[in-house]
T-cell receptor
Framework: AQRVTQPEKLLSVFKGAPVELKCNYSYSGSPELFWYVQYSRQRLQLLLRHISRESIKGFTADLNKGETSFHLKKPFAQEEDSAMYYCALSWNDYKLSFGAGTTVTVRA | DAGVTQSPTHLIKTRGQHVTLRCSPISGHKSVSWYQQVLGQGPQFIFQYYEKEERGRGNFPDRFSARQFPNYSSELNVNALLLGDSALYLC???????????????FGPGTRLTVT
């Protein structure tokens, strides 16, 4: 069975500090992983997907199949990064399994 | 385009009743997926429809059903409501059926269902 675990419910960092959101997954097939973000009073939206290998808004995420992890990182957090972040795993091509989410607060 | 729209915004129902939630996808999108998000958890996949056909469903009882209309809008129906059905129901649309082909899912604002 597929499962996504985000061990931190809350994460608080100071502006300009690095931020790392942890995501671990279990899946017997070839994983496709995503990070979604939900800003205050906005809709859930895609931040990045591992297959595109892009840096979006300064965020990067590397798929580590050995550790079954897909941690999200940003070297210098900004106040506008405060949001809820969800890690998600795609299985059977079109189904998404989400983690429970991590609320990030960036303090000035 | 207003993006994915859902109606109603909020809904209060009593145990045992039936509810219908509606979703209009982004213009040109042919795929609609439904998710249930219980407070404190991430969204959980319920259904996906593509070109009016059900592509698959998640681990939900038969009380949950859905359909997609010729204009690609969709309805989610839940019968015999239980207290545990209280949740935010999200709809997402995409151009095509699969995430592996690079299709992105765009989410609506959700319908908040409260069962008393």
């Amino acid at each position: 069975a597929q499962r996504v675990t985000q061990p931190e419910k809350l994460l608080s960092v100071f502006k300009g500090a690095p931020v790392e959101l942890k995501c671990n997954y279990s899946y017997s097939g070839s994983p496709e992983l995503f990070w979604y973000v939900q800003y205050s009073r906005q809709r859930l939206q895609l931040l990045l997907r591992h297959i595109s290998r892009e840096s979006i808004k300064g965020f990067t995420a590397d798929l580590n199949k050995g550790e079954t992890s897909f941690h999200l990182k940003k070297p210098f957090a900004q106040e506008e990064d405060s949001a809820m972040y969800y890690c998600a795993l795609s299985w059977n091509d079109y189904k998404l399994s989400f983690g429970a989410g991590t609320t990030v607060t960036v303090r000035a | 385009d207003a993006g994915v729209t859902q109606s109603p915004t909020h809904l209060i129902k009593t145990r045992g009743q039936h509810v219908t939630l509606r979703c209009s996808p982004i213009s040109g999108h042919k795929s609609v997926s439904w998710y249930q998000q219980v407070l404190g958890q991430g969204p959980q996949f319920i259904f996906q429809y593509y070109e009016k056909e059900e592509r698959g469903r998640g681990n939900f009882p038969d009380r949950f059903s859905a359909r997609q209309f010729p204009n690609y809008s969709s309805e989610l129906n839940v019968n015999a409501l239980l207290l545990g059905d209280s949740a935010l129901y999200l709809c997402a649309s995409s151009l095509g059926p699969g995430l592996a082909n690079g299709y992105e899912q765009y989410f609506g604002p959700g319908t908040r269902l409260t069962v008393t």
